[in-house]
T-cell receptor, first 114, second 113 residues
Framework: AQSVTQPDIHITVSEGASLELRCNYS??????LFWYVQSPGQGLQLLLK??????LVQGIKGFEAEFKRSQSSFNLRKPSVHWSDAAEYFC????????????FGTGTRLAVRP | DTAVSQTPKYLVTQMGNDKSIKCEQN?????MYWYKQDSKKFLKIMFS???????INETVPNRFSPKSPDKAHLNLHINSLELGDSAVYFC????????????FGPGTRLTVL
C-alpha cells in the first residue's frame, strides 16, 4: 500500500542548532513530494515540493529538502532553527499517475529550546 | 488577500444537529478538496471536486455531503452530527486534477458535544 512515514513523532532542538526531519515513502513509482508546516491553531503552509530534476530543493523560511531515490526518502533540513519554527511538520506524497490523493505522514512536532 | 478561506473558523454544536462549513478560493483553481484532521493530527482526504464535478469520495459516511455551486466554492454539509465528527476540517485547492501542489485553508475546528 502507498504510504508516507515520519519516524519521529516529536523533536526538540536548541535555537540556532541544525534540524533534520525524516520522511520515507512507499510507492511503486516516485511520487510528487511535499513538506507542509502547521503552526499552532493555523492551517497548512507549503514549505517546498519535489517534482523532478535537482534532488536538493529549496523552500521558504530557509528550509531545504533532499530527495534520495535509493533510500525512498525526502528529508527536510534547516541549518539554523529559529524559535518561530516550532510547529508540526507534515511530509506528503502524491502519485504521479492517479490524480489527487495526497497522502500525509503522521507529522513531526518540533519544539525549539531557547 | 486570502487565497483559500473557510468559514466558520470554530464551530461548536450538539449531537444530532446539521451544520455547514463554507470554503472559497480566489486562485482561479479548478480543483478543490476537503480533508479531515483528527485529534492525533492525522490528515485524510475526504472529497475532491474538479470544476464542480465529484472526483474523489473516500468512504466518508453519507451524512457528509459536499456541494460545489461553482468552481471557486466547495461547501461541506454534515447531517446528524456525531461525537466522532469532532475534528479540524481543511479545505484545499489546486490548479487542476493531478497538478500537484494543493493550497490549504486555515481550517475549521468542529466540536460536537
Amino acid at each position: 500500500a502507498q504510504s508516507v512515514t515520519q519516524p519521529d513523532i516529536h523533536i526538540t532542538v536548541s535555537e540556532g542548532a541544525s534540524l533534520e526531519l525524516r520522511c520515507n515513502y512507499s510507492y511503486g513509482a516516485t511520487p510528487y513530494l511535499f513538506w507542509y508546516v502547521q503552526s499552532p491553531g493555523q492551517g497548512l503552509q507549503l514549505l517546498l515540493k519535489y517534482f523532478s530534476g535537482d534532488t536538493l530543493v529549496q523552500g521558504i523560511k530557509g528550509f531545504e529538502a533532499e530527495f534520495k531515490r535509493s533510500q525512498s526518502s525526502f528529508n527536510l533540513r534547516k541549518p539554523s532553527v529559529h524559535w518561530s519554527d516550532a510547529a508540526e511538520y507534515f511530509c506528503a506524497a502524491l502519485p504521479r499517475s492517479s490524480g489527487d490523493k495526497l497522502t500525509f505522514g503522521t507529522g513531526t512536532r518540533l519544539a525549539v529550546r531557547p | 488577500d486570502t487565497a483559500v478561506s473557510q468559514t466558520p473558523k470554530y464551530l461548536v454544536t450538539q449531537m444530532g444537529n446539521d451544520k455547514s462549513i463554507k470554503c472559497e478560493q480566489n486562485l482561479g483553481h479548478d480543483t478543490m478538496y476537503w480533508y479531515k484532521q483528527d485529534s492525533k493530527k492525522f490528515l485524510k482526504i475526504m472529497f475532491s471536486y474538479n470544476n464542480k464535478e465529484l472526483i474523489i469520495n473516500e468512504t466518508v459516511p453519507n451524512r457528509f455531503s459536499p456541494k460545489s455551486p461553482d468552481k471557486a466554492h466547495l461547501n461541506l454539509h454534515i447531517n446528524s452530527l456525531e461525537l466522532g465528527d469532532s475534528a479540524v476540517y481543511f479545505c484545499a485547492s489546486s490548479p487542476n486534477t493531478g497538478q500537484g501542489t494543493q493550497y490549504f485553508g486555515p481550517g475549521t475546528r468542529l466540536t460536537v458535544l
